[in-house]
């Protein structure tokens, strides 16, 4: 079983930043895709980022929406994934969740096992 804790979301103005952490605890993974998605309130879970990793390399995806001013990183030493927001626009205002599978992962939630319980970012106009 792997827990995955998200932190540091808030309020923020639009165009400022936030950056979001994701640790996890449990049966950790060598090769394993760590992943970001969102939900609006109303809105289906959208994805946001992706970072697949494993002894012979790594990939890294983003939604259309976030290209340019979200990135993704890790750390795998500490079993962290970061998701830095950067322009932050009033649209991106969401609860944020980390996500984790132990293969190569999409971009639909229901490729992940793991989830976080949700972190909100708010950005004010």
């Known amino acids: 079983q792997v827990q995955l804790v998200e932190s540091g979301g808030g309020l923020v103005q639009a165009g400022g930043s936030l950056r979001l952490s994701c640790a996890a605890s449990?049966?950790?993974?060598?090769?394993?895709?760590m992943g970001w998605f969102r939900q609006a309130p109303g809105k289906e879970r959208e994805f946001v980022a992706l970072?697949?990793?494993?002894?012979?390399?790594?990939?890294?995806d983003y939604a259309d929406s976030v290209k340019g001013r979200f990135a993704i990183s890790r750390d795998n030493a500490k079993n962290t994934v970061y998701l830095q927001m950067n322009s932050l626009k009033p649209e991106d205002t969401a609860v944020y969740y980390c996500a984790a599978v132990r293969r190569k992962g999409g971009v639909v939630a229901a490729d992940y096992d793991y989830w976080g319980q949700g972190t909100q970012v708010t950005v004010s106009s």
């Open positions: 449990g049966r950790t993974f060598g090769s394993h895709t």
């Open positions: 970072s697949w990793s494993d002894w012979s390399g790594g990939s890294i």
